[in-house]
């Protein structure tokens, strides 16, 4: 995995995080179905950290962003494994366990087919290439990029623009669901390690149709975690504009 460090903080770069950030959650929606892919669709998956450490007597921390995959969310962290050799720091190293709030992340990348998702640095950095060193970055990757001002975070995203607002996946899953929550009643109330819900975690992954079928069924929307928050919690603080009204 290349590109992965750079020091550059430019406003260009910065933009580029903050869009990382307010579309992760397409990313984690998109890898919440894809673990429950019998077949994967997903040829990499993966999300840039920006880590820092102060080394020596500096006061300055040093910077270096790296590719983290296995990726998890919860709402509030970002769990994964470190696939980088980091080039100066020394207080990690290559497949180390992280854990990090969304904050934190730089960058997040998917690819499905020949079509790649997000990636908002790498076009910021091929965006001052020239053709020939885009082609050399393309090839280094093994992967085609496209064009640097066009960047998609959703599957046929200009075809089907309304996958930005439900995965298709969510809307084809809807009669299963009911036969698994009518055969497994228990699943409404279970809580995971973190005290998340069902509904907290569909909710998390912007699953609208899910969390429908969830209401549906009694689940208790106003169910907190272990962090003291609700489904519509999260949904407020990932900006899922299409669950917040049936959650309120």
């Known amino acids: 995995m290349t590109d992965i460090f750079f020091a550059e903080e430019s406003p260009k770069m910065i933009e580029a995080y903050k869009k990382a950030q307010e579309t992760f959650k397409y990313f984690w929606r998109e890898l919440s179905w894809e673990y429950r892919r019998i077949i994967p669709a997903l040829d990499v998956a993966c999300v840039k950290v920006k880590f820092s450490h102060i080394m020596d007597d500096n006061d300055t921390p040093t910077l270096e962003h790296m590719w983290v995959n296995e990726i998890d969310f919860d709402g509030e962290n970002i769990k994964g494994v470190l696939i980088n050799e980091p080039n100066l720091l020394t207080n990690i190293k290559v497949e180390d366990a992280v854990i990090v709030p969304l904050s934190q992340i730089s960058d997040w990348l998917f690819t499905q087919g020949d079509k790649t998702f997000g990636g908002f640095t790498i076009q910021a950095m091929r965006s001052k290439m020239s053709d020939n060193e885009r082609k050399e970055h393309d090839e280094a990757w093994g992967l085609d990029f496209g064009d640097y001002n066009d960047i998609w975070v959703v599957t046929n995203q200009q075809e089907r623009p309304e996958n930005l607002e439900e995965h298709p996946m969510s809307k084809n899953m809807r009669e299963k669901l009911i036969e698994f929550l009518q055969q ?24 609208r149709t899910s969390v429908e079928v969830l209401l549906q069924f009694g689940v208790d929307k106003n169910a907190k975690n272990y962090n003291g928050k609700t489904a519509l919690d999260y949904a407020k603080q990932l900006n899922w504009e299409n669950i917040i009204p049936i959650l309120e």
């Open 184 to 207: 497994n009643p228990g699943e409404l109330t279970s809580k995971d390690d973190l005290g998340n819900t069902l509904l907290h975690r569909e909710s998390i992954a912007g699953n």
